[in-house]
């Protein structure tokens, strides 16, 4: 009988859901149809195959078919599900363009942020809400590892860039995690045919030759540690110059918010410099080309190479690069010396914008006679020596780091540890768990078995202990788990705000934008769907509707449970969250009771005011003199604590705080302090929000700071490794440059204090919000309890 009830409750439900797919309209399933999806940068533009790392955003390109109907703009959405690093779908939607009818549209751009190394990822066309079409990208082998490089040429493909970076296949590297070998000119494949090279996991490389591969939100590229761009391509760059559809200005803002990026430029270099202006990343001009025999700057770099000379029998072509404030020499052998002393050209200069770092080579990289020198490689390895981020393990390990390694020396974990921790909340350990699960284990099986057998003496009332045992059990530890980790909502914040007062390019564009990093965590005492979204507050930007937020979960790059470096698996329960449009918010997040789960932003804004939230006077005292005097003015609405200046590797602490809207005058004559030791003090009084011990070094929150925003100087046994972090690396600009980096702190909110009074405070440049988006009506209320710490970073140009 019961066999029978289960088989027609199967029935009638498969019945129904048959009945629902006939009844929806024969027209709508056929007017789509997904025939491509590829995700990844691609390697040109016949590839197939795409390179992404896990934990980062990356484009999905789908190519679609459509049916005997046009499909006007809007009608259809294009939507992307895939795990985040815990296993919970999440899921990014965008309207689909207008589709003319009976055509194969390929190409359609859309993102997606995997989880980790087995995450599938699942792409469907939905119609009035309806599923139309599906088809399921499973994972790549091209995936880059964690803790590895992505290379992307731009404008075409360079295989002398990959040939110089990839390794012989029998090339042996000394096992071990530590800091990697130095690259020895001339030793790596410059002589090999390409059949022989072997792409490594810890080193992939992508190329984009047209403009419609290029992503339209800038996020697109956040998986991309170094971009090359090239020249030798006119019609592409003529393209990119005049584009319109977002992807000049997604560039731009990946540059803006940490990217590194080398421009290459030769005989096309006027419409480089139309590019130059357009994009406004340096301040830069290029005026005409000359011609010169072989350059000893670019040989003077490579001086170990074999055959470092230029082919004799072709002149160089350079561009005339007119350098501005901000923009300094690579490297002060990288001139040409032709007319010297009338004339020092410049054969690549650097510069900052925002977090970003701009290289500029005066010759075409992906051309003749660059292409023929027998030194390039050598060349692009000392390009890879100024902007590839620092390694923190050995390239030999590339395999071993992903699957087998999660030590606690990378960054990002460290962060979120330290966000993890709330101090009036008790945590359990595994083995007085596993004690308690052992004395109920007796409790309900011998235990009761006794009880029943030699004192009662009746079995049958087992029916009745059982079910009281479980119920008193489990009132007991939800009472307990209630004492111990309280029933109110918990968060754990953490800022980093960065200035670049480079004066913009163009002169009418207003105050220097304001550039934000946060990071938070919520203990939250309940089960419950979070919506969540943050915002720029008042003083720090905040009004600005141009402000742009990106926020999306955090995890740790390695290979531990909620990592993106293991080989994962979706939650055992389907529940999906979606992004706001561009990701600039997530809604309804699931968080179990009592659990916690950490969140990452990125947000851009312009001061709606025209007072600069940072303000520089700063000089050399004399014009042969690396002396420097001049004063700063902190127009935030907060002081700032335990200032230091860093000026060409040397630390000046600061006396005293930086008082807001109170001019102050720096000291680069008193206490000194070398870059290294500097980065092991931590600031004074610095609440300890970690308590883990790794085999280094107890971390606090202001040496993990230190070592995070300054990772390329920082000492190998200070921090190893940074994956997931490296955009806020300003390490670079800490040697050699006419520039001041200034870092400060503000004194520490909360400390659990009320939320909303935390997140009011003036001394807190982001506002949280949940419950709702930024945008949609009033900000909620923030309930419970909030800690804040801020860190400020200012990059201050030294006129000359």
Known sequence: ??????????????????????????????????????????????????????????????????????????????????????????????????????????????????????????????????????????????????????????????????????????????????????????????????????????????????????????????????????????????????????????????????????????????????????????????????????????????????????????????????????????????????????????????????????????????????????????????????????????????????????????????????????GDITVISFGWVALFILIYIVIVGPLDYLFLKKVVKRLELTWITFPAVVVAVSTAAYFTAYYLKGNDLKINKLDVVDIDLTPAVDPKEPPPRIYGSTWFTLFSPRIQNYTIGLEPADGWGGGNTGASTLVGWMARPMNVFGGTGRAGSQSLFRRTYDYAPDAAGVEGVPIQVWATKSFTASWVVRPTSDEAPFSADLKYAQAASQAIIGTVTNNLPVDLIDVSVIYKGTVYPQTGSLEAGMPKRLDFTGNRRGLVDWMREGFPDAPRL???????????????????????????????????????DQGWRLKDRDEVVLLGRVEPRGGGGPAEKVTLDPGTPSRLWLGALPGSGARPKLDGSLTQRTFVRVYIPVQK
Not at 161 to 185: K, M
Not at 264 to 288: A, F, R
Not at 712 to 720: F, I, M, P, W
């Open 1 to 422: 009988m019961r066999f029978a009830s289960t088989l027609s409750l199967a029935l009638i439900v498969t019945a129904f859901a048959a009945a629902v797919a006939r009844a929806q309209p024969k027209e709508i399933k056929e007017r789509l149809a997904i025939e491509r999806v590829r995700v990844g940068l691609p390697e040109g533009r016949k590839s197939d195959h795409g390179k992404y790392k896990t934990g980062f955003w990356a484009p999905v390109y789908v190519d679609l078919s459509v049916g005997p109907q046009d499909i006007p703009a809007g009608e259809a959405v294009l939507a992307v599900e895939t795990p985040d690093s815990d296993g919970i779908l999440n899921q990014y939607t965008q309207p689909l363009p207008a589709l003319p009818r009976r055509q194969s549209v390929a190409g359609i751009i859309t993102y997606v942020r995997p989880g980790n190394f087995s995450s599938e990822i699942n792409v469907s066309v939905q119609i009035n809400k309806q599923q139309v079409a599906k088809a399921r990208a499973t994972p790549d082998s091209d995936i880059v590892d964690n803790g590895g490089v992505l290379w992307l040429a731009l404008g075409s493909k360079l295989p002398g860039l990959q040939r110089a970076l990839t390794v012989r296949q029998n090339q042996q590297f000394p096992q071990g995690p530590g800091e990697p070998q130095p690259i020895q000119p001339g030793g790596q494949a410059d002589d090999l045919g390409d059949d022989d090279l072997a792409d490594t996991s810890l080193r992939r490389f992508a190329a984009i030759d047209t403009l419609e591969q290029m992503p339209t939100r800038w996020f697109g590229y956040q998986a991309v540690d170094v971009m090359v761009l090239t020249s030798g391509s006119e019609s592409f760059l003529t393209n990119l110059a005049a584009d319109r559809s977002g992807r000049l200005d997604a560039l731009t803002e990946w540059v803006r918010r940490g990217g590194r990026l080398i421009i290459s430029t030769g005989h096309n270099q006027q419409i480089v410099d139309k590019l130059l202006k357009n994009m406004q990343l340096m301040h830069c001009t290029l005026e005409g080309t000359v011609t010169r025999a072989p350059l000893t700057g670019f040989q003077q770099v490579i001086s170990f190479a074999a055959g470092s000379q230029f082919p004799r029998q072709g002149r160089v072509e350079v561009a005339k690069i007119v350098p501005g404030i901000g923009v300094d020499l690579l490297d002060e052998r990288l001139v040409d010396t032709t007319n010297a002393p009338k004339e020092m050209l410049p054969l690549a200069v650097q510069a900052g914008c925002g977090l970003g770092h701009v290289v500029l080579v005066g010759v075409d990289l992906d051309g003749p006679p660059f292409t023929a020198w027998k030194g390039q490689g050598d060349f692009w390895r000392f390009l890879q020596s100024k902007l590839e981020p620092k390694l923190g393990v050995s390239e030999g390990r590339q395999v071993g780091f992903r699957m087998n390694e999660a030590d606690n020396t990378e960054l990002a974990a460290q962060l979120q540890n330290s966000l993890e921790k709330f």
């Open 690 to 728: 970690s308590t883990s011990v790794d085999s280094l070094a107890a971390w606090s929150t202001s040496s993990l700071m230190k070592g995070l925003l300054f990772h390329d100087k920082a000492e190998s046994g200070l921090v190893r490794n940074n994956t997931g972090l490296r955009t806020l």
